[in-house]
Structures are given as structure tokens and as C-alpha cells.
């Protein structure tokens, strides 16, 4: 039995399962909002308030792992342990937490490349969808793009657009302001324009994958709450997405809250990954003539268990 965690600038995330000839087998998926990176993009630390509430979530996640019988565990961290000048005391107490369940755990930070690699390889497994692929992930501090076939990625890229990052360099209001959102999708826009991966305008199909493409796929299918297996598979337009992004802007913070699907932590921040997402999907429409997403449960938490 294998445990991964990512550890993300908004979120904590574990997986347990297995992995044989046909994949990974799901054991258990589990999503916390712990915002570890509030506050890096302008400090450049993690705040203690935010290390102290991701090191007590990692500890749960390691009473779930040892009641499992996880024999072999990992954790990957992200945007913010990149930033963060102290990520290495975050690092060091996290390893010390993941020892509980297995000799030497696999703690790191990795670059953005990498992530996006390993997004690539976790949401691409068993897909059945024509290649070649686009796999995007919209994260808290970041956003990666991976492009390829089959299971590696041949471009990709890591941007540093994130739903929390935008929110704080941007975003002052409840609901946000049209110029500040107007400022984030322009800041989004240039980054995108500015580094495009190889082979882009060859893709055929889109997959977006973690949270906030979950969370706002949800939302613009109609789904009332957000569950494990609900929408992997599922399919969203582009249109569908600008669609959602502008209603969710449009919503002061406690209407966000309300929605069935939204994880109450996660409300602060979905204006901007949901305009994060669009802007891939308008890019993505404009340079490949992608017209819709895949959204797929699967992502790096696969990529790194099947690595185990």
C-alpha cells in the first residue's frame, strides 16, 4: 500500500491506493484547505499560523496512511514551499511527521516542471480520450500546462498564476471589482502568451484536473455537491467556464460559501481560479481550437504514487 500527499499553496491532499498492471487503484482521496501559502507571495515565508494548521492536517493524513498499512509514503510540495525562504523548517517537520508511517518518506519540493510532468503522467493514465494531450492544473500559486502523448510530457510550463496569488495581488472587494479581475485575466493572458509550450497547437484534447477545475466544472454542469468520482470523465465547454468565472465574480464571498459544490475554503479565492481557467480555455481555443475541457479526478498524486 503507497500514500502521496500534495502540498499545495491553498490545499493538502492525500492518496492512498495501489498500483498495478492497469493503474492506480483508489484506496482514499482526501482534500484539505490549509492555505500554507497565504501571504508567501508578499512576505516570502509561510506564515506559522499556516505551518502549524498544514503540519496538524499532515498528521491526520499519517494516522490514515498507518491505519491503511501504507508501507512506503511521499509528499510533494509546490508554489509556495518554492517561494517560502523557510520552507526547509516546513520540510524538515513534515519529513519527521511522514517517518511515523514509513522508514525515510519521500519529502520534497519540486520544481514547476516537474509538477506539471507529474500532472501530466497522473491525469493521462488509462485516458481514453485522442491524444495528443494538454494537461492543465490551476493551483493555488501556480498554474502548470503540460503537453504530449502517451505518458511523459514533451512542453511544459509552470506559471506563476495561482487562484491565492492573483486574489492577494489583485482582489480588495466582496464581490471583486470588474478592474481588478479585468487586471488579473490581462496579467494571466501575458503569461500565457509568453510561454507557450512545445507543441501546443497540436493538442486534441484538454484535460483540466485539481480543485478549482473540479470545483468550477460542478458548478457549470449543475451539480449540487462535489464528490469523489462525480464529474471524472465529464466534459465542460470553454464557453461554460467564462460563463461560471463571471458568475462567481459577480457573488459576494458568503454566495460563494452557499453553493453545494464549493469547499468553504476555497470560496476566498475561486473568482480567480475560475478566471485562471478560463484564460487557459480561451488561449487553448484560440492557438488549438480546444472547445471544451476533460476533467479527471486523476492527477499528481497519481503521478507521484505510480513513481513510488
Not at 492506480?24 to 505551518?51: N, Q
Amino acid at each position: 500500500m503507497l500514500g502521496a500527499v500534495d502540498c499545495g499553496t491553498n490545499s493538502l491532499r492525500l492518496l492512498i491506493g495501489e498500483v498495478g498492471p492497469d493503474g492506480v487503484r483508489v484506496v482514499r482521496r482526501e482534500t484539505r484547505i490549509v492555505g500554507l501559502g497565504r501571504g508567501v507571495d508578499k512576505t516570502g515565508r509561510i506564515a506559522a499560523e499556516s505551518m502549524e494548521r498544514s503540519l496538524a492536517a499532515l498528521a491526520d493524513y499519517a494516522g490514515l496512511m498507518r491505519e491503511a498499512g501504507v508501507e512506503s509514503a511521499a509528499m510533494v510540495a509546490t508554489s509556495a514551499s518554492r517561494d517560502a525562504r523557510n520552507a526547509d523548517e516546513f520540510l524538515d517537520r513534515a519529513r519527521a511527521v511522514l517517518g511515523g508511517v514509513c522508514p525515510d518518506p519521500d519529502v520534497r519540493v519540486i520544481s514547476g516542471r516537474e509538477e506539471a510532468q507529474l500532472s501530466f503522467v497522473g491525469a493521462t493514465g488509462g485516458i481514453a480520450a485522442p491524444g495528443p494531450y494538454v494537461v492543465v492544473d490551476v493551483g493555488g500559486g501556480s498554474t502548470e500546462l503540460a503537453v504530449g502523448s502517451a505518458s511523459e510530457a514533451a512542453g511544459t510550463v509552470s506559471l506563476a498564476m495561482g487562484c491565492v496569488r492573483l486574489t492577494e495581488r489583485f482582489v480588495s472587494a466582496d464581490p471583486p471589482a470588474e478592474a481588478d479581475l479585468a487586471g488579473a485575466r490581462a496579467y494571466a493572458r501575458d503569461l500565457l502568451h509568453a510561454n507557450e509550450p512545445a507543441g501546443l497547437t497540436q493538442v486534441r484534447t484538454a484535460v483540466a484536473v485539481a480543485g478549482t477545475a473540479l470545483t468550477v466544472a460542478a458548478i457549470a454542469l449543475g451539480h449540487t455537491a462535489l464528490e469523489p468520482g462525480l464529474l471524472s470523465r465529464e466534459r465542460v465547454s470553454v464557453s461554460q467556464v467564462v460563463t461560471t468565472a463571471g458568475l462567481l465574480s459577480s457573488m459576494t464571498l458568503a454566495e460563494r460559501t452557499a453553493l453545494g459544490p464549493m469547499d468553504p475554503g476555497r470560496a476566498q479565492v475561486i473568482p480567480c481560479g475560475a478566471w485562471i481557467l478560463a484564460e487557459v480555455g480561451l488561449y487553448l481555443r484560440e492557438r488549438a481550437g480546444i472547445t471544451e475541457f476533460l476533467v479527471r479526478e486523476e492527477d499528481i498524486l497519481d503521478g507521484v504514487l505510480l513513481g513510488l
